[in-house]
């Protein structure tokens, strides 16, 4: 997992919107479990935020852009089953929640999700 951990970071300070990229939290055992929590400044007002909780069989994730408040967030957590894309889903600036593009593999996600912050900011 540190080799994911260093493609997501390669990954983020290689994107032209992201500044500023650190590492807030990060947490490995011998047995597979991994924590890590990264923070980005964006170009402009925005940051976001990258969240992994991955043990083997088990991962959730939740991406968000925000200022002071959160704008735009993707997550995995089991809340909205009815989402055809359940357990991933997108909770936009409104509040709305509907489904989403991501698969739950960190790389290809945040990519899609750097993507789609072009493209609405």
């Known amino acids: 997992m540190t ?5 997501l970071l390669a990954l983020l300070r290689g994107h ?9 939290y990060y947490d490995e055992t011998p047995a597979g479990k991994v924590e890590l929590k990264i923070r980005c400044r964006l170009a402009g007002k925005y940051q976001f935020q990258v969240w992994l909780h ?3 069989g088990f991962q959730d994730y939740a991406y968000q ?9 993707w997550d ?9 894309t359940a357990p991933h889903h997108f909770h936009n600036e409104n509040g ?6 991501l698969s739950g593999r ?16």
């Open 16 to 24: 032209r919107l992201v500044g500023h990229v650190r590492v807030i």
């Open 65 to 73: 852009l925000y200022t002071r408040q959160p704008l735009l967030r």
């Open 106 to 121: 960190p790389l290809e996600d945040v990519k899609k999700v750097l993507e789609i912050i072009e493209k609405w900011a």
């Open 54 to 56: 991955h043990e083997p």
């Open 3 to 7: 080799a994911l951990r260093d493609n």
């Open 96 to 101: 709305q929640v509907s489904s989403s593009p």
């Open 76 to 84: 995995n957590a089991p809340h909205y089953p009815a989402i055809v």
